[in-house]
């Protein structure tokens, strides 16, 4: 069971190697590689567990328990966790989390790094999750800023100003919503209120069918 949670379920993700990234800035998130190897072994008992008890596919997306250990607790905001080992732990929706989109190792790979990116992880939700196979952005796409604790525009307005060019904005209709909506979480996923410029986060978002979504 373990062995198909790692070889199907991670490599499904893009997590498969997730141990071993190092992109993250030291000085931005100076704790990230502390946690990487708790952040990795989350998504592998979870779905380990939903294979063990024949789980819904739904719980993929939806589902209110994951599995912690006291650092990932901490990292999530999630009280009475203690010690290393890991263990099931229910009714984390209330602290924000519940499905693979909220777990830290997903947040986190679909990010930069020292900034979150609405656009990785709309890419992500869209070819990853929903099966939506996207074209490559035209030649020349400027990319943005790396880091956004100097920047006088929040990311989301980054990328909506990117967005504005024609070029680009049929296929950001069809991702930005997704990523916007989880910009709550930061690039290790800690959920926040504001980003690294002090500026409220704003996740209000409308999806390419007109849905609305936060």
């Known amino acids: 069971i373990k062995r198909l949670a ?9 997590l498969y190697d997730f141990e071993t990234l190092d992109e993250k800035s030291p000085r931005h998130f100076p704790e990230f590689a502390g946690l990487r190897s708790s952040m990795h072994q989350e ?3 979870f779905f380990a567990d939903l294979f063990r008890s024949d789980g819904s596919v739904l719980s993929i997306f939806d589902a209110d328990f994951t599995y912690l250990n006291e650092a990932l607790a901490k990292h999530y905001g999630i009280p009475g966790v203690e010690g290393t080992e890991f263990r099931k732990v229910e009714g984390i929706k209330k602290y924000s989390r519940g499905g693979v989109t909220t777990m830290a190792a997903t947040l986190s790979k679909q990010a930069g790094a020292s900034r979150t990116s609405p656009i990785l992880r709309g890419i992500w939700i869209s070819e990853v999750l929903l099966g939506e196979k996207l074209p490559k952005p035209p030649k020349g796409t400027p990319p943005l800023p ?28 069809r991702i930005d919503g997704y990523g916007f909506a989880l910009e709550s979480f930061d690039a290790i996923g800690r959920t926040r209120i504001a980003d690294l410029g002090g500026r409220a986060i704003e996740t ?10 936060a």
């Open 146 to 173: 790396e880091d956004e604790a100097s920047e006088t525009l929040s990311v989301r307005q980054l990328v909506e100003k990117h967005t504005s060019d024609p070029r680009c904005a049929n296929c950001h209709l």
């Open 43 to 45: 998504v592998v008992r």
């Open 6 to 14: 790692t070889e199907f379920a991670t490599a499904w993700l893009h």
């Open 204 to 213: 209000q978002a409308k999806l390419f069918d007109g849905t609305e979504v």
